[in-house]
């Protein structure tokens, strides 16, 4: 859902903004800040989820060409980390999830103060394809916010960071993540540089969007029964996979936003990191593949707004 630094209520798809320093230890553990609570632990509703995802990143408007690299380069290593996916694996039945990143795309023209989710959405139908998945990057300066004009909604001066969503066209389903550039006053500012900031963000909306693809279908069906059935992994108490983690973290954002070491040697990747339910909380790379999570009722929650 949405990426931000506040409460999920109901059901959510941002993420939102809640911090010590980096961890780059490559661990095999729930992250040393939070007790279990398998209370909030993810279920499986039975939903639609991606275990491959085709992604590519779209940068709007002005971009300076080394952050575009810089953040091209580390959400690819993130997203095809083996210690990151050995997490993910526990909901896709002990498989390691795959990523494929298209090239790159800048696009120039007007861009608003203040983008709305119309602006957003209106671009994705003829930058994606079915069961794609297009990453839409907001220059600096500009606002983004999780609503349409003339409505209140979560924005980016007020700790939004990004959120993700689905378009549904004639020639089928397309879903899309968005960050706002995000630095001090603007989003989410929780590392040394402002593309760090959005590879973390954009890492978030993309383990959701894998796990739980279709949660805006469920928000707009709102109190129909069925819409819960839309619902892939999904905490009845917390949210998505990635909402938990920030919620529990507050105001120390640092302890879930983090420059992990890649698997193979390389460097590190700044992310968010996701909930587990092997350990009942955020865990870092590991080792070994996480077996299947056990699917449970999906009693309890209610269609609603999408704030995470």
């Given at each position: 859902?949405?990426?931000?630094?506040?409460?999920?209520?109901?059901?959510?798809?941002?993420?939102?903004?809640?911090?010590?320093?980096?961890?780059?230890?490559?661990?095999?553990?729930?992250?040393?800040?939070?007790?279990?609570?398998?209370?909030?632990?993810?279920?499986?509703?039975?939903?639609?989820?991606?275990?491959?995802?085709?992604?590519?990143?779209?940068?709007?408007?002005?971009?300076?060409?080394?952050?575009?690299?810089?953040?091209?380069?580390?959400?690819?290593?993130?997203?095809?980390?083996?210690?990151?996916?050995?997490?993910?694996?526990?909901?896709?039945?002990?498989?390691?999830?795959?990523?494929?990143?298209?090239?790159?795309?800048?696009?120039?023209?007007?861009?608003?103060?203040?983008?709305?989710?119309?602006?957003?959405?209106?671009?994705?139908?003829?930058?994606?394809?079915?069961?794609?998945?297009?990453?839409?990057?907001?220059?600096?300066?500009?606002?983004?916010?999780?609503?349409?004009?003339?409505?209140?909604?979560?924005?980016?001066?007020?700790?939004?960071?990004?959120?993700?969503?689905?378009?549904?066209?004639?020639e089928g389903t397309m879903y899309y993540a968005v960050s706002v550039y995000s630095e001090r006053g603007n989003g989410i500012d929780a590392f040394d540089a402002s593309w760090k900031n959005i590879c973390a963000i954009l890492?978030?909306?993309l383990c959701e969007v894998r796990t739980d693809p279709d949660v805006e279908d469920a928000i707009r069906a709102g109190r129909d029964p069925h819409a819960l059935d839309l619902l892939g992994w999904y905490s009845p108490q917390?949210?998505?996979?990635?909402?938990?983690?920030?919620?529990?973290?507050?105001?120390?954002?640092?302890?879930?936003?983090?420059?992990?070491?890649?698997?193979?040697?390389?460097?590190?990747?700044?992310?968010?990191?996701?909930?587990?339910?092997?350990?009942?909380?955020?865990?870092?790379?590991?080792?070994?593949?996480?077996?299947?999570?056990?699917?449970?009722?999906?009693?309890?929650?209610?269609?609603?707004?999408?704030?995470?």
């Open positions: 859902m949405s990426t931000f630094t506040a409460a999920a209520p109901h059901l959510t798809r941002v993420a939102v903004a809640p911090a010590t320093s980096a961890s780059r230890v490559y661990a095999d553990a729930r992250a040393a800040e939070f007790p279990a609570q398998p209370d909030l632990n993810m279920q499986n509703f039975g939903g639609k989820t991606l275990e491959h995802l085709t992604v590519t990143n779209v940068f709007i408007g002005t971009w300076d060409a080394t952050e575009r690299e810089h953040l091209d380069q580390s959400l690819t290593a993130a997203m095809q980390d083996v210690g990151l996916n050995n997490v993910l694996a526990q909901y896709f039945e002990g498989r390691r999830p795959t990523t494929e990143f298209r090239a790159s795309r800048v696009l120039d023209g007007p861009l608003p103060p203040r983008a709305y989710k119309s602006f957003v959405e209106g671009r994705i139908p003829w930058l994606g394809a079915p069961d794609e998945v297009v990453c839409l990057c907001l220059p600096r300066g500009v606002v983004l916010v999780d609503g349409e004009e003339g409505e209140p909604g979560p924005d980016s001066q007020h700790g939004l960071g990004g959120y993700h969503g689905s378009v549904h066209t004639p890492y978030h909306e917390g949210g998505e996979i990635g909402d938990i983690p920030m919620e529990l973290a507050g105001g120390n954002i640092h302890a879930v936003m983090q420059e992990v070491a890649l698997s193979n040697g390389s460097g590190t990747a700044p992310v968010q990191l996701m909930w587990s339910n092997a350990v009942g909380g955020p865990e870092g790379p590991v080792k070994r593949r996480r077996q299947p999570a056990a699917s449970s009722s999906s009693a309890g929650v209610q269609a609603g707004t999408h704030r995470s």
